[in-house]
């Protein structure tokens, strides 16, 4: 079945400490992977996206994530975070159909 | 300039009514989508249309009926609500060209509360 797992439910860190929200999926085929953020009471919004190529995608606000296919995942990366980054982290899986398959998302509170 | 809008934010309703929820999306594309969100913030798609054909249903109740008068338009009717139903709803949007390479946009959420 496909699915995605987000191992961290909840991440507190300090301002100015690195992030990495691990994310792992279950898929047969070629995928397409994106991270989404969701700020509280806002919509979902595209972080990065990994189609093809370099395995490194480099995304919005200075997020970054690896694409690591001998190991499934997609891991989010930020070397610095700053209290703005608080929020919920959404890895997401697609196929042939674009049909999303989401992670049950990272909460993410960064504090002052 | 809002690229894909929902209408209510906010919809607050009794058991066994039956309501709508309206989206529509101004980037030129031709696939949209409904995801529920529940409380946990667990996303799960619902349906999909492309281009006004219905390309991804869910199991999902009969009581949700999606909508496409157009390409650009995606509404949700529920009917007969229940509790179980409240959630946050989004459309999302994506160009729905041939490629399997798409990106979807997300609307800002339809908060459904069921009484």
């Known amino acids: 079945a496909q699915s995605v797992s987000q191992h961290n439910h909840h991440v507190i860190l300090s301002e100015a400490a690195s992030l990495e929200l691990g994310c792992n999926y279950s898929?047969?085929?070629?995928?397409?992977l994106f991270w989404y953020v969701q700020y509280p009471g806002q919509h979902l919004q595209l972080l990065l996206k990994?189609?093809?190529?370099?395995?490194l995608v480099k995304g919005i606000k200075g997020f970054e994530a690896e694409f690591i296919k001998s190991k499934f995942s997609f891991n989010l990366r930020k070397p610095s975070v700053q209290w703005s980054d608080t929020a919920e982290y959404f890895c997401?899986?697609?196929?042939?159909?674009?049909?999303?398959?989401f992670g049950t998302g990272t909460l993410l509170a960064v504090q002052p | 300039d809002t690229a894909v809008s929902q209408t209510p934010k906010y919809l607050v309703t009794q058991m066994g009514n039956d309501k709508s929820i309206k989206c529509e999306q101004n980037?030129?594309?031709?696939?949209m989508y409904w995801y529920k969100q529940d409380s946990k913030k667990f996303l799960k798609i619902m349906f999909s249309?492309?281009?006004?054909?219905?390309?991804i249903n869910e199991t999902v109740p009969n009581r949700f009926s999606p909508k496409s008068p157009d390409k650009a338009h995606l509404n949700l009717h529920i009917n007969s609500l229940e509790l179980g139903d409240s959630a946050v709803y989004f459309c999302?949007?994506?160009?729905?060209?041939?490629?399997?390479?798409?990106?979807?946009?997300f609307g800002p959420g339809t908060r459904l509360l069921v009484l």
């Open positions: 990994y189609f093809s190529g370099d395995p």
């Open positions: 980037l030129g594309h031709d696939t």
């Open positions: 997401a899986v697609s196929g042939a159909t674009n049909k999303l398959i």
């Open positions: 999302a949007s994506s160009t729905g060209t041939s490629s399997r390479q798409e990106t979807q946009y």
């Open positions: 249309y492309n281009n006004k054909e219905l390309i």
């Open positions: 898929y047969g085929g070629t995928v397409n």
